[in-house]
């Protein structure tokens, strides 16, 4: 099991340096604890990033550049640092996923979503630049995401032209969570609305035969008008 090594404290206690003794590269860690920086518990909240520095002397640099910067930003009542989407949702994922609460198939489905919807739409934008207009427009994105244009051309064999509505709620459940974490570790200034503003219509009649659906039912119509074949079942084009 990983164990701090290499301990070193500045600025009283504020700032500790350490390596972790299973690292093979020797990167130096650092763990901040900033005056006023609170949870959404009201404790204190610990800031622990690498410095991606493998000495000493550049890591107490880096170390103390960003506990000052944090502290200026602080005062200023900023956002601690500007957070990507795709950023906040690893940190995100993998705290989950460190809780032991979450099966296989949880991760795997937060896993799919991201990658085939929510990283595609929000990946590199700043979650502080969000806007209102442009969180509420995934809807319109995703539920016809595999039905035209780049989505069409690169449809998932498993994926749906028209999505289901579990399928969103679920996701605007998954997002509700994301943003809201996002919101209480300050990484964006505002919680969100990400409700589905789409009225989806639901069809209850078949829909239409695609081509290659009518030309097996035109091959079909003469030897059925004849009764040389038994009559296809109009839901599947099979046997019945």
């Known amino acids: 099991m990983a164990y701090y090594k290499n301990k070193h404290e500045?600025?009283?206690?504020?700032i500790m340096l350490y390596q972790i003794s299973d690292s093979i590269n020797g990167i130096w860690q650092m763990r901040l604890n900033v005056l006023g920086l609170k949870n959404k518990d009201g404790k204190s909240k610990y800031i622990v990033e690498s410095t991606k520095a493998k000495t000493y002397t550049n890591a107490v640099r880096i170390a103390e550049d960003e506990y000052d910067r944090i502290v200026l930003r602080l005062k200023n009542n900023?956002?601690?640092?500007?957070?990507?989407?795709?950023?906040?949702w690893q940190n995100w994922y993998h705290r989950q996923c460190a809780t032991g609460s979450w099966k296989k198939e949880h991760e795997d489905w937060h896993t799919g979503r991201n990658k085939l919807y929510f990283e595609p739409y929000f990946g590199s934008e700043v979650l502080n630049d969000l806007t209102f207009q442009y969180i509420s427009g995934y809807w319109a994105w995703r539920i016809?995401?595999?039905?035209?244009?780049?989505?069409?051309?690169?449809?998932?064999?498993?994926?749906s032209s028209i999505p289901a509505e579990k399928s969103l709620k679920m996701e605007m459940s998954a997002l509700k969570k994301i943003f809201r974490d996002a919101h209480n570790n300050r990484r964006i200034n505002y919680l969100p609305d990400v409700k589905i503003n789409i009225s989806l219509a639901k069809e209850?009649?078949?829909?239409?035969?695609?081509?290659?659906?009518?030309?097996?039912?035109?091959?079909?119509?003469?030897?059925?008008?004849?009764?040389?074949?038994?009559?296809?079942?109009w839901t599947g084009l099979r046997r019945c």
């Not at 900023?78 to 906040?88: A, G, M, N, V």
């Open 10 to 14: 500045l600025r009283n206690g504020r």
């Open 144 to 159: 016809t995401r595999w039905q035209t244009g780049v989505g069409a051309a690169i449809k998932a064999s498993n994926a």
């Open 78 to 88: 900023e956002l601690i640092r500007d957070w990507t989407f795709t950023e906040h």
């Open 204 to 233: 209850k009649r078949r829909a239409s035969f695609d081509d290659k659906e009518w030309n097996k039912l035109s091959r079909n119509l003469d030897s059925y008008a004849n009764k040389e074949v038994v009559p296809l079942c």
